[in-house]
């Protein structure tokens, strides 16, 4: 994996020889590379996943955790690299994406992080979708729990404050996860297609908001039509359920408001 600039050097990583080990180029110039431009951040047993750039930072996953890069021209080293206790790596180098937020895939659900620590953005409402102590995710109706043999496949794309999940079910079943990120909703939902996608990739220009669908058939798909490339859209509507934290007494609502 390689991403950048960054204060005009590009960082690499991934190697199979050396998989705890961060390398960059000669500043400005990502043509040349030389062998004193690499730093040892984990051991053998926790290699580096993938980084990016976000926020005028540079960051970096391995696959248990979250680091950030900082500058130290001082030194022999060049750059120093700090954990900055996120409590969960990326477990593939395609599952994150650089929004409002830092959001990746981890063994256990989705995760945010504004550059210090990070929250779970599943565990509210998709906690049993995903894996946790030595289970695997459950399954229901209507949300399929992704296949974690198949983390290669995980992909995550932000466009617009919506965070789009591709991955497979059940091995070879392409499915959809949306969150919408803005605060006074931020909620999940199932977001199914025909075709299906295998993945989504956002437009990377600064005032574009493009966003394109690779679709099961080989196509590529934009979005605002009326028709899912002719076929009907497919809308389910639900009301609201809530608790109000408190599960056992009864409530009564006046009204209500659907916006």
């Known amino acids: 994996a390689t991403w950048g600039p960054f204060e005009g050097f590009v960082f690499g990583c991934g190697s199979a020889l050396n998989p705890g080990t961060l390398y960059f180029t000669r500043g400005n110039d990502p043509d040349s590379a030389p062998v004193s431009h690499s730093l040892v951040v984990t051991s053998p047993r926790e290699p580096l996943i993938t980084g990016c750039v976000w926020n005028?930072?540079?960051?970096?996953?391995?696959?248990?955790?979250?680091?950030?890069?900082l500058p130290d021209f001082?030194?022999?080293?060049?750059?120093?690299?700090?954990?900055?206790?996120?409590?969960?790596?990326?477990?593939s180098?395609?599952?994150?994406?650089?929004?409002?937020?830092?959001?990746?895939?981890?063994?256990?659900?989705?995760?945010?992080?504004?550059?210090?620590?990070?929250?779970?953005?599943?565990?509210?409402?998709?906690?049993?979708?995903?894996?946790?102590?030595?289970?695997a995710g459950i399954s229901t109706a209507t949300v399929l729990a992704p296949d974690y043999v198949q983390v290669?496949?995980?992909?995550?794309?932000?466009?617009?404050?919506?965070?789009?999940?591709?991955?497979?079910?059940?091995?070879?079943q392409p499915c959809t996860l949306v969150f919408d990120a803005?605060?006074?909703?931020?909620?999940?939902?199932?977001?199914?297609?025909?075709?299906?996608?295998?993945?989504?990739?956002?437009?990377?220009g600064a005032v574009t908001h493009a966003l394109v669908g690779v679709g099961t058939d080989g196509q590529l798909y934009s979005y605002g039509a009326a028709s899912d490339n002719g076929t009907a859209i497919a809308?389910?509507?639900?009301?609201?359920?809530?608790?109000?934290?408190?599960?056992?007494?009864?409530?009564?609502?006046?009204?209500?408001a659907l916006d």
């Open 56 to 69: 005028g930072r540079a960051y970096l996953w391995s696959n248990q955790r979250l680091f950030q890069i």
């Open 182 to 204: 803005r605060p006074q909703i931020a909620g999940w939902f199932v977001d199914v297609t025909t075709p299906a996608m295998r993945f989504h990739v956002n437009d990377q």
């Open 74 to 91: 001082g030194r022999l080293n060049i750059f120093t690299v700090i954990d900055i206790n996120a409590d969960r790596g990326l477990t």
């Open 93 to 135: 180098p395609w599952g994150f994406a650089a929004g409002d937020r830092l959001y990746w895939v981890a063994h256990d659900g989705l995760r945010a992080s504004n550059g210090a620590g990070s929250v779970s953005i599943t565990d509210a409402d998709l906690y049993t979708t995903f894996p946790h102590d030595g289970a």
């Open 235 to 256: 809308v389910t509507i639900r009301t609201r359920t809530d608790d109000e934290g408190d599960p056992r007494l009864i409530k009564h609502y006046g009204d209500a």
């Open 152 to 172: 290669a496949k995980f992909r995550l794309a932000y466009s617009d404050s919506f965070l789009y999940f591709d991955y497979l079910y059940n091995t070879d």
